[in-house]
T-cell receptor, first 112, second 114 residues
């Protein structure tokens, strides 16, 4: 069974701090990695995607991928109360089905 | 406006009833997916379809059925055989050709059994 693991949290950080969200996956053949943000009662929206080892930055968000350790993370700099949400890690395999396996999500609380 | 629409937003089902959730996309995406989300949980795949007139079971297909008669549409029927259908249902789509497959989601349908 292919799995994606996240700490459910909640992760609580003060406003302006760096929030670090982590995800591990079991399938070594995984090739695509995504972070989605989901506000309570809403559908997931894509924050970041990453496909090769290293860091990828987009504004206040940085995704980090380490395929050898089967680990992907999301850093949120200068955290704002509006960043309070559940963050879902999703991993795509090597097949061409487009299927993703989702972690259970980490709840982030940014306190003013 | 390109996107994915789901209807209705809220749906109430009586015991023993079949109900159908609508999902339409105008993104010209090849593949479409149905997920179920329970409180505090991640997304679990119910069914997916890569091409018209073809679909595959996901991890929790029992008690559900789908059809894919048009590329734009992928309706989900929750049958009376699904014993615990109360959940948030999400439809997603992606373009299969030309690289990594980012999935985009519709706004969801919240189903409650009365």
């Amino acid at each position: 069974q292919k799995e994606v693991e996240q700490n459910s949290g909640p992760l609580s950080v003060p406003e302006g701090a760096i929030a670090s969200l982590n995800c591990t996956y079991s399938d070594r053949g995984s090739q695509s990695f995504f972070w989605y943000r989901q506000y309570s009662g809403k559908s997931p929206e894509l924050i970041m995607s990453i496909y090769s080892n290293g860091d990828k930055e987009d504004g206040r968000f940085t995704a980090q991928l380490n395929k050898a350790s089967q680990y992907v993370s999301l850093l949120i700099r200068d955290s704002q109360p509006s960043d309070s949400a559940t963050y879902l890690c999703a991993v795509g395999g090597s097949s061409n089905t487009g299927k993703l396996i989702f972690g259970q999500g980490t709840t982030l609380q940014v306190k003013p | 406006d390109g996107g994915i629409t789901q209807s209705p937003k809220y749906l109430f089902r009586k015991e023993g009833q079949n109900v159908t959730l609508s999902c339409e996309q105008n993104l010209n995406h090849d593949a479409m997916y149905w997920y179920r989300q329970d409180p505090g949980q991640g997304l679990r795949l119910i069914y997916y379809s890569q091409i018209v007139n073809d679909f595959q079971k996901g991890d929790i297909a029992e008690g559900y059925s789908v059809s894919r008669e048009k590329k734009e549409s992928f309706p989900l029927t929750v049958t009376s055989a699904q014993k615990n259908p109360t959940a948030f249902y999400l439809c997603a789509s992606t373009q299969l050709a030309g690289g990594p497959n980012t999935q985009y989601f519709g706004p969801g349908t919240r189903l409650t059994v009365l």
